[in-house]
């Protein structure tokens, strides 16, 4: 087909039917880049109040929305933290039981190395004096 000849309308560019909704202001008959509306406010529930009112999550699903599942746990109002805290605290005594052996090695090795440092500093200090004494008799 020659360019110079007449086109017929292709489908890039649609035009909007009475049906076609605006996803913008959620009204029909044009797009989205042809809405010279506001976008109106649309009061939801939030996800709160969805979880602790059974009928609106049962209504929501009714309507097709998809929602989670609240465990158990956590459908108690108080304990849930302290729960957590507590078993998380005997884990570590758990733990502490076990390394108590450990830690008192530890803790001796530890003095050993500390004072094996303290003596290695001194040494240096003696060294470095005897040092300039030593170069104080060679300048003279």
């Given amino acids: 087909m020659s360019k110079f000849a007449p086109h017929r ?12 909704v605006c996803q913008k202001c959620l009204g029909t008959g044009h797009f989205i880049f042809e809405c ?37 746990e956590f459908r108690t109002k108080s304990g849930t933290a302290n729960r957590i805290l507590e078993s998380k605290e005997q884990e570590r005594l758990a733990l502490e039981g076990s390394k108590g052996k450990a830690k008192e090695e530890d803790g001796r090795t530890r003095k050993k190395a500390r004072r094996l440092f303290i ?3 001194l040494c240096l200090r003696v060294l470095i004096v005897h040092c300039k004494q030593v170069f104080k008799v060679l300048l003279r």
Wanted: aromatic share 2%; net charge positive; charged share 25%.
């Fill in 36 to 72: 010279k509306s506001t976008r109106p406010y649309v009061s939801r529930p939030s996800r709160t109040a969805m979880l602790e009112n059974p009928k609106l999550l049962a209504k929501l699903k009714a309507e097709g929305k998809p929602s989670v599942e609240v465990p158990e």
């Fill in 119 to 121: 003596i290695h500093l």
């Fill in 9 to 20: 309308r292709s489908n890039n560019n649609p035009r909007a039917t009475s049906a076609t």
